[in-house]
């Protein structure tokens, strides 16, 4: 019997990769200023994230919300 594909994708995600990517989109202008000023953009968003208080659900809603509201 075959695995699902969401099975696979969870493993090959969650438990090979130790690392996973986020896309962003932002102006090209911020994204020109951030190059400018040289911010590690990766550890201002990780230490972002720990800092937040949110739940695994409401990422998933804040998530399918954005999707679905374009």
Do not use: C
Not at 1 to 30: D, G, H, K, N
């Amino acid at each position: 019997m075959a695995l699902p594909q969401y099975i696979i994708y969870y493993y090959l995600v969650f438990e090979v990769m130790s690392t996973v990517v986020l896309p962003v989109r932002v102006r090209r202008e911020v994204r020109e200023e951030i190059e400018r000023l040289g911010v590690d953009v990766r550890s201002v968003v990780e230490e972002a994230l720990k800092h937040m208080n949110v739940s695994v659900d409401e990422w998933v809603k804040a998530i399918k919300e954005g999707r679905y509201g374009r």
